[in-house]
């Protein structure tokens, strides 16, 4: 048994509830050792990878090497298990599944049961609201629909087909994660007894981060063959767990979270802001992304193990891991980020280790997380033992006065075209972002650099990754590198990606004023540019009425997090940038987790502010609970960037804390239009009075 086999067994292990619901496969046609299983759905699992395995020849070199009679075994008896890595894809398994709220309604229905909205959690007035059965690839998929959602085995075969032809080609746990996410985020996981709102992805991957983190406790002896056994029936019992085995620590959650942004990203001037703004922005995201990656690999762990990364943030679940090696790779990214960026851009990473009992309570344990966050926050960089050094020993560079980068006024400068003095490390956000114009994909392998990194690539290939953004992929050549799509959703050519970078990353136009100019150009009004932020409201709150009701009903959830979260990613990454991308009237700063920041033409920034809101109304099944709030001003296109930014969250504020005077607290869903705050409507109504003057 290995990492690979374990993974591919638990991430597998519910295949045949998929291949059952075809309707194209009958038990009684199965070899006679997988009949005498009892239920259906492993038989039909094992009998798909059996099938592969016989004809091996078909298969990539990761399939050959890991897809043995041993993983068939586990995937086959994952309800009765012959062995103590059996006992723990069972255990994952049963936790993963903790999340179902039971339906007696449904019980005598199958394949007819579409994927049920996850809104309904938070909102009871979004129940019925249902998807329909398709892969990722057509954004009008992912709106729930209202109880006219029709199943067949039909829409089982068409899904099953594209999956099964390429699943053989599957070279690593990333590329089948991008896989299983593609084509089963809306194929429900239980179709009998239980409100079918958890997605066969989505049980899948919390299956396989719990397994995966166990059996590295089972490999490390922290746990026994004896242990594993005592918590199986531990969790069988109708009693209250009772066992000290429930309370002993098995896993760490860590969590990072970037502070700084602000000053860091805007801190230019507006002439040269479209230049290398873009650059900056995208750092931020693949900051957070591979400090989480570097966590992550640095404990041998894959992305199965990430609850989330997004927005700036992650959410890891590994195994027990001790403090020191963590507080060593924590000091390893901070270091190398205060040595590229110096004091203004801060990522704190903390974590905390639980047990299988606090899985039960993972909001609660989340939160006193994000407590400690915000402390490690406040002392910031504490954790650099050669703090002085870095800090305040004083720099071999002398920087004379007109030596200086124009930019960030601290590092030596060189020359660059037109005369612009610019450092090492600003230019190569402007490289940075000369390279994302179109690019479609994110090459990354494997790298490594000695010295003290200036640019934003050296900083990556300290962590160990060379990355490149491309336009065309070749026809070969990319044996050792993982490749990753930007901006899209889709599989297709015989491709798979190892993963969809979601959020914005491309630019079309990258000249503030040549933006401002449209507007003149389109015969509206003057020179001037539109600030748009937009951001969901009461997350916080959200999970938190999430974490009590789940915590009433002693469920898992761990799972509701990662599907609420995914899906509101998807809303921002997928949905909001295909009205936005291609388009040379506006400059996406970000787009991504929950919020957004765009600049443009104010005819286009206006009508997207309306069209973004309406669109998440729909998304979340008509909901009077999820909403948007959103800062809007308009500014000169030479107006200092920093300021603009400044003054539309400031909007953006306004909007969420305004409150009428007959209501208790603030409604929010509401635009602040530079100084006003209005209801959507009152701007809609707005815009069609200006229209007619």
Not at 109 to 123: E, G, Q, R, V
Request: proline fraction near 3%; charged fraction near 30%; hydrophobic fraction near 35%.
């Amino acid at each position: 048994m290995n990492d690979a086999k374990i993974l591919l067994s638990a991430l597998l292990h519910d295949l045949g509830k998929v291949l059952e619901r075809t309707k194209e496969y009958r038990s009684q046609d199965l070899p006679l050792e997988f009949q005498k299983v009892e239920y259906a759905h492993p038989k039909f699992s094992a009998f798909f990878l059996n099938t592969l395995l016989k004809q091996k020849e078909d298969l990539s070199p990761f399939l050959k090497e890991n897809l043995t009679e041993e993983v068939i075994e586990l995937v086959l008896n994952h309800h009765d298990p012959k062995n103590d890595y059996g006992l723990i894809i069972q255990i994952a398994d049963w936790l993963s599944s903790s999340e179902r709220e039971e339906d007696e309604s449904q019980k005598d229905l199958y394949l007819t049961i579409p994927l049920h909205n996850p809104f309904y959690k938070i909102d009871e007035s979004t129940r019925g609201f249902y998807y329909k059965l398709s892969s990722l690839e057509k954004s009008e998929d992912l709106f729930p629909k209202k109880d006219d959602v029709k199943i067949t085995q039909i829409n089982y075969q068409n899904l099953t087909k594209d999956f099964l032809r390429s699943f053989p080609k599957v070279n690593d746990i990333e590329q089948l994660l991008t896989l299983m996410e593609y084509y089963f985020s809306q194929v429900p996981a239980q179709t009998t007894g239980f409100i079918a709102d958890i997605s066969i992805y989505d049980h899948a991957r919390i299956t396989g981060a719990i397994a995966h983190a166990l059996y590295k406790d089972y490999q490390n002896q922290r746990i026994t063959s004896k242990d594993l056994i005592e918590i199986r029936e531990d969790l069988r019992s109708k009693e209250k767990n009772y066992s000290p085995l429930l309370d002993k620590p098995l896993f760490t959650l860590i969590s990072g979270d970037l502070s700084g942004i602000q000053s860091f990203i805007f801190n230019v001037s507006s002439e040269r802001a479209g230049r290398m703004l873009k650059g900056k922005s995208v750092f931020l995201d693949l900051l957070s992304r591979y400090s989480a990656k570097f966590i992550l690999e640095n404990n041998n762990f894959t992305k199965a193990n990430a609850i989330y990364i997004g927005g700036g943030n992650f959410d890891l679940l590994l195994s027990f891991i001790e403090d020191q090696k963590l507080e060593e790779l924590r000091e390893f990214i901070s270091e190398n980020i205060f040595k590229l960026t110096g004091e203004d851009l801060y990522l704190a990473i903390e974590w905390i280790h639980l047990s299988i009992n606090d899985l039960f309570n993972f909001f609660d344990k989340r939160q006193e997380l994000i407590n400690k966050l915000d402390e490690r926050k406040r002392r910031k960089f504490s954790e650099l033992k050669n703090f002085y050094d870095l800090i305040l020993y004083p720099k071999e560079e002398n920087v004379g006065e007109s030596e200086y980068c124009i930019i960030c006024g601290k590092r030596m400068a060189k020359e660059i075209k037109e005369g612009e003095r610019l450092c090492k490390t600003c230019n190569s956000f402007v490289e940075l972002t000369n390279s994302l114009k179109r690019a479609k994909f994110l090459i990354e392998k494997k790298s490594s650099f000695e010295g003290v990194p200036q640019t934003w690539n050296e900083f990556f290939e300290k962590l160990g990754y060379k990355l490149d953004f491309i336009k065309e992929m070749k026809s070969t050549g990319y044996n050792n590198e993982k490749i990753y799509l930007l901006e899209e959703v889709i599989i297709k050519d015989n491709f798979i990606p190892h993963g969809f970078l979601l959020g914005s990353y491309t630019i079309e136009e990258s000249d503030f004023e040549s933006i401002a100019k449209k507007n003149i150009e389109n015969g509206y009004g003057d020179q001037k540019l539109a600030y748009l932020k937009m951001d969901a409201d009461n997350m916080g709150n959200i999970f938190k009425k999430l974490a009590d009701e789940e915590k009433t009903k002693e469920r898992l959830s761990l799972t509701r997090y990662g599907v609420l979260s995914r899906r509101i990613e998807l809303f921002f990454g997928k949905i909001v940038m295909e009205k936005i991308k291609n388009n040379d009237k506006i400059y996406p700063v970000f787009v991504g987790g929950d919020d957004l920041f765009i600049i443009g033409t104010y005819e286009k920034i206006n009508q997207l502010a309306l069209k973004i809101r309406e669109e998440f109304k729909r998304y979340t099944g008509d909901s009077k609970v999820f909403s948007l709030s959103s800062g809007l001003y308009y500014l000169p296109d030479n107006f200092p960037l920093i300021r603009g930014a400044s003054l539309v969250e400031n909007a953006l504020e306004k909007a969420k804390q305004f409150k009428y005077p007959e209501e208790e607290k603030p409604k929010k869903d509401k635009i602040c239009v530079e100084d006003e705050v209005l209801t959507y409507r009152e701007f809609k109504e707005a815009k069609e009075i200006a229209k007619g003057i």
